[in-house]
């Protein structure tokens, strides 16, 4: 029988590091975490939900700041999520940033009902008092007396096609300072150009970029986001551009931050304008250019 070798001099002992530890914030709800399913009932956190969570976290620094600069003007603070799901983005950032700041609300806006239904009532669950969920389209929710005339932070994660559209005309209404976007699924632009790809050859060489059906799709998803940043830019917002996360982890990967500064982009509308006639999608005018900035 072996026996086993004695310890060397010197030799530092293993220490245990718990997983879990390594990832969760300090005071962060283990609760919250089950409930939207990123720990496993019995407290455990597998591969894929290390990921997820690492991903929600990434986004959660960029909205920090956001945060921050809104209460640093101001002792309350109005956030909604639209197009809010199973409310995720919401309830983190509760979790972290906003249940010991008693001015701060965040309002969940979602069209299904029986996932706002649920939203509440994991809300009263976790005792999060302050966040409330509304059943509206886009057209309800900026006339509803249920929120705010206005709304310091709008933010919209993987709204779909034009949803995202929809968030911007709410936040436009609502005087939104800060805009956070993660836009997903951009087909109308694509399909408008494949409506009339026939018409654009005529008109453009430019047309020969969406000529071929893999092209429309990824040159109409990049031209939706360029389209969007000018309108901001339009109507007095300071927009930046970047990456959610790393491409090997999503697709659907750009981030777009807006700041409302009051000085518009001189000839933004100007250039919006003439590439939606450029490229002969000037039926999407209404949509970019309405309403008439501020």
Known sequence: ??????????????????????????????????????????????QDSR????????????I??????????????????HGAGKSYLGFILYDLYLKERPGSHIFGIETRAELVKKSRELAARLDFPRMSFLGATVAESIATDALPPRIDIVTALHACNTATDDAIRFALAKQARHIVLVPCCQAEVAAVLRKRKNESFGKTPLSEIWRHPIHTREFGSQLTNVLRCLQLESHGYQVTVTELVGWEHSLKNELIIATRTGAARKNARERLQRILQELNLQELEARFLDPQPA
């Open 1 to 46: 029988m072996k026996r086993a070798a004695p310890a060397v001099a010197g030799t530092p002992k293993a220490v245990y590091t718990d997983p879990l530890a390594e990832v969760l914030r300090p005071g962060q709800s283990t609760e919250l975490l089950k409930e939207l399913h990123i720990l496993t009932r019995d407290g455990k956190l597998n």
């Open 51 to 62: 990921r997820k969570l690492k991903q929600v976290y990434h986004l959660c620094n960029f």
């Open 64 to 81: 920090a700041p956001l945060l921050d600069d809104v209460l640093a003007r101001q002792d309350t603070l109005t956030l909604a999520d």
